[in-house]
């Protein structure tokens, strides 16, 4: 961009301010700085619709209830629930959307000139609780197997040769055992994958949100949480599941691998939790799990 067309911005929203009396407000900002914005191709953010206590694409309940959504600036959000793509004149969002079965929201924030931000797509599952299950005399911690090896991808462990080593870890932040030979796991050399299984305590009945940069995470068996290829800065691939008070089966993969320049193992390798009803996540514990 040269020089003068960065002058013609700068003016516009000089102009804004001095015509609010030096108050750049969100609708000045979508009516006139957008607009001139757009007309010099500069990209600019458009906020998001988010949930409140944290953003899930998957949303699970057990009974009638609403989704929330906010944004970080007071912007129309429009939405629709029949699986397709929301548009500036689709249903605008004015208050918390009832659910009371599977659904799927698509929601996105529109601005004055017509603009949408990227299309979020919720899924709203409708579950009973999951059973727990009862074992006698389980132990603390979990049965960790680890493999050397260069692994990208989880799939890559059903082809490896190599020899898995046992062992027991009592918390998830061991699933990263300190040897010598694991600081060249960062250059590339010596990489391995560890995969831990046993069972989490869940205090009580109810929807539980999970977040965690491990590569996947399974509970009953099933899928909750998949960041596998995905940049482990981040987490970006939060889940929600219904389960009833106890025991169930869990198992969680890492891959002490490099992506996208970000070597896993700076990553935390917890799993963190929080009731639906709760602001607050909470790293699982120890004292949760059992083999």
Known sequence: MNMKKIHQIFCSLAVCAIMLGGNTTPACAGDVNSIRLDEHRVRYH?????????????VIITKDTT???????????VYTLDGT???????????????SDNTIIKIATVLPSGKMSRIRTVNIEKQTYAPAIKIDGAKSGLQMSRVKGNFLKVDDLNWTDAE????????????????????????????????????????????????SRLEQVWIDNKLVVNNEGDVKASTMNDSSVAL??????????????II????????????EMRKDNEKEFTAVGGSQLFR
């Open 46 to 58: 458009i906020p998001l619709p988010e949930q409140p206590w944290g953003s899930c694409d998957k």
């Open 67 to 77: 989704v929330t959504f906010t944004t970080s600036r007071p912007i129309k959000m």
């Open 85 to 99: 793509t929301p548009t500036p004149s689709s249903t605008i969002y004015t208050s918390p959307i009832k659910v």
């Open 164 to 211: 898995w080593e046992k062992s027991i870890i009592s918390n998830l932040e061991q699933i990263k055992i300190q040897r010598k030979d694991d600081g060249a796991t960062l250059r590339g050399a010596n990489n391995y994958a560890a995969i831990a299984e046993g069972y989490i305590n869940i205090p009580e009945d109810g929807v539980y949100y999970l977040s």
């Open 244 to 257: 009833a008070k106890g025991l169930h089966p869990i198992k969680v993969v890492f891959l002490a691998n």
């Open 260 to 271: 996208g320049g970000w070597p896993s193992w700076w990553s935390s390798t917890a799993i």
